[in-house]
T-cell receptor, first 112, second 114 residues
């Protein structure tokens, strides 16, 4: 099992560019989520999904879109990158929010 | 919006000392998880507590969930340099608009000096 995979590992964008962060899991988990991690702020929930075709907003959803067309994949789209979106992004999957979250290795994004 | 206040934010201690990390909220959580994160990696689960008043032990680590399920603590006995890392608490929403959401505390950076 590969667990949770994320690509790319590093990315530099210019302000206004768009991109998609990829996340995939092979554990047949229904629950998937995206977090951003900034110094001194822990992990903040961006969007989450409780199953294919179902997504909902987390704590900091503005500037991000998600979709869940399959159980395995949960991509995160940055519509128009801003310097405030410079962060480390983690994708996680689990059986549900009360269960162990399995995190990917993260994507370090810099917006200049 | 549910908030989890984690304290202290930084902890620097000598090997062999004891320490406690706290997570507090005004919200009720259906469960409380503790994670440890190494630099450059994603968090890894240490323990999940579900029942109010629950105490779980993992070797030298003791985790407690408050009776009202609004707070939790992590106590490490005789800390070792290998305990160095970022410790995060995370609460799962108990219902209503919080259901399905996991809220993380700000994290505690622990450094244990030999």
């Amino acid at each position: 099992n590969a667990g949770v995979t994320q690509t790319p590992k590093f990315q530099v964008l210019k302000t206004g560019q768009s991109m998609t962060l990829q996340c995939a899991q092979d554990m047949n988990h229904e629950y998937m989520s995206w977090y951003r991690q900034d110094p001194g702020m822990g992990l903040r929930l961006i969007h989450y999904s409780v199953g294919a075709g179902i997504t909902d907003q987390g704590e900091v959803p503005n500037g991000y879109n998600v979709s869940r067309s399959t159980t395995e994949d949960f991509p995160l789209r940055l519509l128009s990158a801003a310097p405030s979106q410079t962060s480390v992004y983690f994708c996680a999957s689990s059986r549900g929010p009360i269960y162990e979250q399995y995190f990917g290795p993260g994507t370090r994004l810099t917006v200049t | 919006t549910q908030l989890l206040e984690q304290s202290p934010q930084f902890l620097s201690i000598q090997e062999g000392e004891n320490l406690t990390v706290y997570c507090n909220s005004s919200s009720v959580f259906s469960s409380l998880q503790w994670y440890r994160q190494e630099p450059g990696e994603g968090p890894v689960l240490l323990v999940t507590v579900v029942t109010g008043g629950e105490v779980k032990k993992l070797k030298r680590l003791t985790f407690q969930f408050g009776d009202a399920r609004k707070d939790s603590s992590l106590h490490i006995t005789a800390a070792q340099p290998g305990d160095t890392g970022l410790y995060l608490c995370a609460g799962a929403g108990a219902g209503g608009t919080s259901y399905g959401k996991l809220t993380f505390g700000q994290g505690t950076i622990l450094t244990v000096h030999p």
